[in-house]
């Protein structure tokens, strides 16, 4: 077996929630990273990169932009894996429109897997993607689920939901174009680059970022008694019939099993626990029995959407995390960066 010591890829969005996590697990393993991030005079996302053990030796980092896409070629050449994690949001300040930003998301996933085949040395893409773009709803808003999610569902890009905030709306509407767009690649004649695409279910656990990343919060929003982010889980419930929810050593795990198998090309669900509004308040109440969730942030009693996540499995990867680690683990997170008082202030 080649020692993955003399090993490259490139993971663009190195210094988010789950690139930081999954650059320190590459080094770890031996390989050499190219990470992509927006500004290399940030010191505090350059710093933490370049404080992970190995990061002297194995890791480099380029500066790239989804909206200057070309950027990211030079971050791409000669390594033999590249993971597509980088991908904006829409925030209150953002200058871009809604449609400006899904065609620069899908347009960013273009140019990376052209400047994969031109490379002429990477084997394999995996995109990171969002169980968001694999809604089982059948009618447009009327809550009519498919028996289970699969690989097969794919979101309606002209869905309306009561839930659906514009900036998730937005969101998913680019990540399924997106994810399209990259496998699309699968198909292409003469085309030897191999495309994965992971959608994952909600990412909690511990973090290697000062702050609590925006997936956790959203994950404790009935403890913490944030309306704003129960607003992401309530339109999850809704465009998903459940809330898919996976352990960030997971992700990072089946990211880095992606690449370590010979010959892979595909979707496949990551997502290790699937549970309702209802049952993870339930679970916060009986377990964090301090903290008080109040009746707003109980949902409605329903039956979960089974998710079939078989694909993965039968490949060969284990998950090592269950519901009951993804939320314990994301409770000592929100603990540790705000204080177990500022954490659950707003419920005492
Ligand atoms: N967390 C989840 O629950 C979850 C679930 C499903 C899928 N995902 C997917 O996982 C990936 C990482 O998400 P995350 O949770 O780690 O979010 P995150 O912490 O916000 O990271 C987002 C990353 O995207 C980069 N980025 C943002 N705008 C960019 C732009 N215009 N050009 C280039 N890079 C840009 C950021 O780079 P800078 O560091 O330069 O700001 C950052 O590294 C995303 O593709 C997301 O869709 C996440």
Request: proline share 3%; hydrophobic share 40%; aromatic share 8%.
């Amino acid at each position: 077996m080649e020692k993955q010591a003399t090993r490259k890829v490139c993971v663009t969005g190195g210094a988010g929630y789950l690139g930081s996590w999954l650059v320190k697990k590459l080094l770890d393993k031996g390989y050499t990273v190219h990470a992509t991030l927006r500004n290399l005079e940030d010191k505090t996302k350059v710093g933490l990169l370049k404080s992970l053990p190995g990061a002297d030796s194995k890791l480099v980092l380029f500066q790239a932009d989804i909206y200057n896409p070309d950027e990211f070629k030079h971050a791409i050449q000669g390594c033999e894996f590249v993971f597509h994690m980088a991908t904006p949001q829409q925030t209150p300040g953002s200058t871009q429109t809604s449609q400006e930003m899904i065609e620069a998301v899908v347009s960013g996933v273009r140019s990376i897997a052209e400047s994969c085949i031109q490379s002429a040395t990477v084997k394999r893409l995996i995109y990171t993607a969002t169980s968001l773009a694999a809604s089982p709803i059948t009618k447009d808003g009327k809550l009519d689920f498919k028996s289970n999610i699969n690989e097969l569902c794919w979101t309606p890009v002209d869905i309306t939901l009561t839930h659906g905030l514009d900036y998730i709306m937005t969101y998913t509407i680019s990540k399924t174009l997106a994810e399209k767009e990259a496998l699309s690649y699968n198909d292409k004649p003469n085309c030897k680059l191999e495309v994965v695409s992971l959608p994952l279910g909600l990412v909690g656990g511990e973090t290697l970022l000062s702050y609590v990343p925006l997936s956790v919060q959203v994950m404790l929003s009935q403890l913490i008694g944030n309306s704003e982010t129960f607003k992401a889980l309530q339109f999850q419930q809704q465009l998903l019939g459940s809330i898919l929810m996976v352990h960030i050593d997971d992700v990072c795990d089946a990211h880095i099993f992606c690449i370590e198998k010979p010959s892979m090309r595909g979707r496949f669900f990551c997502a290790a626990a699937n549970s309702t509004i209802t049952e993870i308040a339930t679970y916060f109440r009986l377990n964090y029995p301090q903290y008080q969730i109040t009746e707003e942030f109980m949902g409605e009693e329903m039956e979960a959407i089974s998710c079939d996540r078989s694909k993965l499995v039968k490949m060969g990867f284990e998950y090592k995390y269950d519901m009951k680690n993804i939320l314990d683990d994301g409770v000592k997170c929100g603990s540790r960066l705000l204080g177990a008082d500022h954490v659950f202030m707003i419920n005492q």
